[in-house]
C-alpha cells in the first residue's frame, strides 16, 4: 500500500492548491466573471475529453503490460494526438461562436484562443505523465500531478501582480500550468531514454483498437457528467453557472481521493496474471474506495453550510444547498469509477459504454424535465440520479460478465485490516 500512500500525500497537496486557486477564482471573479471562466474552460475541455478516443487508457494498459517499449509507446502515442489536435482545433472554430453567442465577443476570443493552446499541451502533458503510470513510476506521476496544481496557483499570482487577475488571465495560467508539467515531463522522459520518434502501425492500431473500446463508455461519463454543466451555461445566466461550479468544486472535491485510488488500481488489476489474483486486488481497492468516500460525504456535509460562504464569500452562500444534493452521489460515483478499471482490466471496455449510455439517458431525462422549473438545484438532482443509474447499471455488467457480486465485494477481509494498519503506520504525520 505504499503507492497509496504517496498518491495521498500528493492528493492531499493537490487538493490544498485546488482549493486556494478556486477561493481565489471565486473571490476574485465573483459570479459572474467565475461563471465565464467555467465556460471558457468547459467547453474545450469537453472537446478534449470527448476528441482523445480513449488513448490515455490504451497507453496507461500498454505500458502496464509492457505490450510495447516507451519509446515505441511515445512516438505512436504523440503521433496520433497531433492528428487529433489539428481536427479539435478546427472543430472549436465552428462549435465555440454557438456556444458563446450569449457572451461578450471578447469571451468568445478568449475562449478561441485558449482551445488552440489547451488542446495539443493538455494531450501532449496527459500522456506523458501517463507513461510514468503505465511503467507504476508513481513517484514522477505524482510529483507531475502536483506540479499542475501548483503551477496554476504561481501562474495565477503572477496574473494578479500584473493586473491581469480576470478570466481571461485565470485562462492563461490553466495553460501554462500544464505546459509546465509538459515540459518537465519530457525532459524526465529524455532521461530515462523513454522518447522516440518512429511510431509504428501496428502500435498505433493496436492503441486505437482498444482505446476506442474505452472511450465509447468513457465518452458517454463524460458528456453525461458535463451535460448538466453545458445547459446551464447554455440556459441559464453566468451567475448560475459560477455558484453551480463552486457546488461542483466542494461536493466533488473529495472525489479527488477516489480518482487517486482508481488511477492507482487500474495498472495494479491488470498486472494479475490470473482472474482470482484480479478479483483480490479489484475487491481490496474497490472496498477502501467506498470507506473513503463516504467518510468524505459525511464530512463535507457536515461543515458546508458555512464553509463554502467562509471560503468563496457570501455571493456564492446560494451554493451550499447545491452541495448537500450532489454529495448524496459521491459513493456510487466512487463505486462507478472502481467498476470502470475492473471492467477495463479484464477488456469488458464495450459494458462500461452501455453503462453510461444509461446514465447519460436518465441525465438527459432528469435534466428536461428538472432543470427548467428548479434551475441549478434540478440540475443538481439529475447528476445524482444519473450517476445511481450509470453505477447500478454497471454493478449487474459486472455480475454478468465476470461473476462478481456487489455485495461479495463489501466484505472485508483479514488483509483488508492488515493493510489498513500499514498504510496508517506509513502514511507521513
Not at 18 to 30: M, Q, V
Not at 144 to 157: E, K, P, T
Request: glycine share 8%.
Amino acid at each position: 500500500m505504499k503507492d497509496i500512500s504517496v498518491s495521498f500525500v500528493a492528493t492531499a497537496l493537490i487538493q490544498a492548491a485546488n482549493i486556494a486557486t478556486g477561493l481565489l477564482a471565486a473571490r476574485l471573479l465573483l459570479p459572474d466573471g467565475r461563471g465565464e471562466l467555467a465556460a471558457i474552460l468547459l467547453w474545450p475541455g469537453l472537446m478534449a475529453e470527448i476528441g482523445v478516443l480513449g488513448l490515455s487508457d490504451a497507453l496507461l494498459y500498454r505500458a502496464a503490460t509492457r505490450a510495447a517499449d516507451p519509446r515505441q509507446l511515445f512516438a505512436s502515442v504523440m503521433t496520433l494526438a497531433a492528428g487529433l489536435t489539428v481536427i479539435l482545433i478546427a472543430a472549436a472554430f465552428v462549435l465555440l461562436p454557438y456556444t458563446f453567442a450569449q457572451h461578450r465577443p471578447e469571451v468568445l476570443r478568449i475562449a478561441l484562443v485558449y482551445a488552440c493552446a489547451f488542446l495539443p499541451i493538455n494531450f501532449a502533458a496527459l500522456f506523458v505523465t501517463t507513461l510514468f503510470q503505465g511503467q507504476l513510476e508513481l513517484g514522477t506521476w505524482n510529483g507531475l500531478r502536483c506540479l499542475v496544481a501548483f503551477g496554476y496557483l504561481l501562474f495565477i499570482g503572477l496574473a494578479l501582480a500584473t493586473g491581469r487577475a480576470d478570466a481571461g488571465g485565470f485562462a492563461a495560467a490553466n495553460i501554462l500550468a500544464s505546459l509546465l508539467a509538459m515540459v518537465v515531463g519530457l525532459l524526465l522522459l529524455a532521461r530515462r531514454g523513454w522518447i522516440g520518434w518512429r511510431a509504428r502501425i501496428e502500435t498505433m492500431r493496436g492503441m486505437l483498437g482498444y482505446g476506442i473500446k474505452v472511450h465509447v463508455g468513457e465518452m458517454l461519463n463524460v458528456v453525461r457528467q458535463r451535460l448538466d454543466q453545458a445547459l446551464v451555461a447554455l440556459w441559464l445566466p453566468s451567475a448560475d453557472l459560477g455558484l453551480y461550479v463552486v457546488a461542483l468544486t466542494v461536493a466533488n472535491g473529495p472525489m479527488i481521493l477516489g480518482f487517486t485510488i482508481a488511477n492507482v488500481a487500474f495498472p495494479k488489476i491488470s498486472q494479475q496474471t490470473t482472474d482470482a489474483g484480479k478479483r483480490v486486488v479489484f475487491g481490496r481497492y474497490f472496498r477502501f474506495s467506498l470507506a473513503v468516500a463516504l467518510l468524505a460525504a459525511l464530512g463535507v456535509a457536515a461543515v458546508s453550510d458555512w464553509l463554502v460562504p467562509l471560503l468563496f464569500g457570501r455571493p456564492f452562500a446560494p451554493a451550499s444547498p447545491i452541495v448537500h444534493i450532489m454529495l448524496i452521489g459521491l459513493v456510487p460515483l466512487a463505486a462507478k469509477l472502481m467498476f470502470m478499471q475492473a471492467l477495463k482490466a479484464w477488456d469488458r471496455s464495450l459494458v462500461i459504454g452501455r453503462a453510461e449510455g444509461f446514465g447519460l439517458v436518465v441525465a438527459a431525462a432528469a435534466l428536461a424535465l428538472l432543470l427548467p422549473r428548479y434551475g441549478i438545484y434540478g440540475a443538481a438532482w439529475s447528476l445524482v440520479a444519473a450517476t445511481f443509474a450509470a453505477a447500478g447499471a454497471m454493478a449487474v455488467s459486472l455480475q454478468r460478465q465476470l461473476a462478481i457480486g456487489v455485495v461479495a465485494l463489501l466484505r472485508p477481509t483479514q488483509d483488508d485490516w492488515r493493510l489498513v494498519g500499514q498504510l496508517l503506520r506509513r502514511t507521513p504525520q
